[in-house]
């Protein structure tokens, strides 16, 4: 049986090969679902836009009930157009973000990562402990 991971990730082009190759190596896993939309970790953190929320769980749904996905991991990057902060800004929503995947599916891994322009991964993850009640 093949295995899935799942990756909340920007829309841009320029990070999305370096996302599924890191994940498909570090994770073990032969594909991953990509549920992408334009600066996710903010509209996840934030909770403002509630059908984009909606439809990013949605389709998370989908990967971990339908593919067997386990893992979750949500990205930020550098010169995000969706979501134009600094990485310190950005590593904040991620961990938040973190959370609020933690709380949606307890029996998957939710992690986070960050995105240089040189391509480089920083990975963000929470203890059980800093999980927060929405």
Not at 2 to 29: E, H, P, S, W
Not at 38 to 44: F, Q
Not at 65 to 93: M, T
């Amino acid at each position: 049986m093949k295995k899935f991971a799942t990756a909340i990730n920007c829309i841009d082009g320029r990070i999305q090969l370096v996302v599924c190759a890191y994940m498909r190596t570090k994770y073990l896993v032969d594909y991953v679902d990509m549920i992408t939309d334009p600066g996710p970790v903010k509209n996840l953190s934030e909770g403002v836009n509630n059908q984009v929320i909606n439809n990013i769980k949605e389709r998370v749904d989908i990967s971990i009930n339908k593919h067997n996905s386990n893992h979750i991991v949500i990205i930020g990057h550098f010169d995000c157009l969706g979501n134009p902060v600094p990485k310190e800004v950005q590593g904040e929503q991620i961990k938040q973000s973190i959370s609020i995947l933690s709380l949606w599916w307890p029996h998957a891994i939710a992690t986070g990562m960050w995105i240089d322009e040189d391509s480089s991964i920083q990975e963000y993850k929470i203890e059980k402990s800093t999980k927060i009640q929405l």
